[in-house]
């Protein structure tokens, strides 16, 4: 099976505002062997109704489909997203280990919406289910080193809950996060007729996530 992470889930549904789904569809591509998470799909050019892709995100999602199933189907490899192996809280400081598929981890700014110091991380209480409730502890993130981040926060998380890309405020500012991959793939096809190859970098986004400190 190959999936991608959902993600209209912030505004969609009236009252419904928890990615109870797209988190799931996470869990099961980490916990089953034969189900891939191809992408999340915040950083793909989408549809005036926030919802679907526009034409160029379609063929640029089919672009990470094809490479996918090539490393699973024919190459024999695993294919998994960004996610953490590992974490520890020391003090007032979050260190958080990832899997990717090409280090080192980097935050982009330039191809999806900046979130500032955060980089799209978040603390909220252990039992908060309202997305646009969290605690503005978190005072800077960093990449540490390859694989790891450092969160540092004004007070100790311990017990509390970490998320990632579950910050939207409505249908203009989707939920989305700036940490990739340094994935080399590239797939070059035109957006407009008559327009030469435009090269698509297949970075590995981050899907969003949560887990209790």
Same mark, same amino acid.
């Given at each position: 099976?190959?999936?991608?992470?959902?993600?209209?889930?912030?505004?969609?549904?009236? %009252?419904?505002?928890?990615?109870?789904?797209?988190? =799931?569809?996470?869990? *099961?591509?980490?916990?089953?062997?034969?189900?891939?998470?191809?992408?999340?799909?915040?950083?793909?050019?989408?549809?005036?109704?926030? $919802?679907? !892709?526009?034409?160029? %995100?379609?063929?640029?999602?089919?672009?990470?489909?094809? #490479? =996918?199933?090539?490393? @699973?189907?024919?190459?024999?490899?695993?294919?998994?997203?960004?996610?953490? $192996?590992?974490?520890?809280?020391?003090?007032?400081? &979050?260190? #958080?280990?990832?899997? /990717?598929?090409?280090?080192?981890? @980097?935050?982009?700014?330039?191809?999806?919406?900046?979130? %500032?110091?955060?980089?799209? !991380?978040? *603390?909220?209480? /252990?039992?908060?289910?309202?997305?646009?409730?969290?605690?503005?502890?978190?005072?800077?993130?960093?990449?540490?080193?390859?694989? +790891? *981040?450092?969160?540092?926060?004004?007070?100790?998380? =311990?017990?509390?809950?970490?998320?990632?890309? &579950?910050?939207?405020?409505?249908?203009?500012?989707?939920?989305?996060?700036?940490?990739?991959?340094? =994935? +080399?793939?590239? !797939?070059?096809?035109? &957006? @407009?007729?008559?327009?030469?190859?435009?090269?698509?970098?297949?970075?590995?986004?981050?899907? #969003?996530?949560?887990? *209790? #400190?």
């Amino acid at each position: 099976f190959f999936l991608y992470q959902t993600w209209c889930f912030d505004w969609y549904y009236a %009252g419904f505002h928890y990615p109870f789904v797209p988190l =799931a569809q996470l869990q *099961i591509s980490l916990d089953k062997p034969n189900v891939h998470m191809v992408s999340p799909i915040y950083h793909l050019p989408q549809l005036g109704d926030y $919802t679907h !892709f526009n034409s160029e %995100g379609s063929k640029w999602f089919g672009g990470y489909c094809g #490479l =996918a199933n090539k490393k @699973v189907m024919i190459d024999n490899q695993d294919w998994k997203p960004i996610h953490l $192996t590992d974490y520890s809280v020391v003090g007032n400081v &979050i260190y #958080l280990k990832f899997y /990717a598929q090409q280090y080192p981890l @980097v935050f982009d700014s330039v191809n999806v919406v900046n979130r %500032g110091v955060s980089k799209s !991380f978040q *603390i909220r209480n /252990a039992t908060d289910f309202n997305q646009n409730s969290f605690l503005d502890i978190i005072t800077n993130v960093q990449i540490v080193r390859p694989d +790891t *981040i450092k969160i540092t926060c004004s007070q100790n998380p =311990a017990g509390k809950k970490l998320t990632y890309a &579950i910050n939207a405020t409505g249908n203009t500012n989707m939920s989305s996060g700036n940490l990739r991959d340094s =994935a +080399t793939d590239v !797939f070059n096809f035109p &957006i @407009v007729e008559n327009r030469a190859d435009v090269e698509h970098k297949l970075y590995n986004w981050c899907p #969003l996530f949560e887990q *209790i #400190l």
